[in-house]
């Protein structure tokens, strides 16, 4: 009986390996990898561009949003070690405000 069932699993799992691969003839594989050569240097480039050209048109340029003086943020209770202090070492004039508001240029 227990024969039977390591039989029984062994064909299975025989069986069920086999199912997970493709088998082609050299023909049908060559035009298989002809197909997916022409969409990846024909097609792909074509999809890339249009995107960005889409990207690139409908783009707007944000507004800043309005400065509100939460307490919480931009607490400083010292000094940054360079410039004048008040500023983050990665300080974007156009987007960080300052404890005060933005800079306005």
Do not use: C
Request: proline share 8%; charged share 20%.
């Amino acid at each position: 009986m227990a024969a039977a069932v390591l039989l029984r699993r062994a064909i299975t799992q025989k069986i069920m390996s086999r199912n997970y691969s493709a088998h082609m003839d050299p023909k049908q594989a060559m035009a298989a990898y002809k197909m997916w050569k022409n969409l990846t240097y024909y097609v792909v480039p074509v999809v890339l561009g249009l995107a960005g050209a889409s990207v690139y048109i409908n783009s707007e340029e944000p507004e800043r949003p309005e400065f509100i003086p939460y307490e919480h943020l931009r607490i400083r209770s010292k000094r940054f070690p360079w410039g004048d202090g008040n500023r983050t070492f990665f300080h974007n004039p156009h987007v960080n405000a300052l404890p005060n508001g933005y800079e306005d240029h």
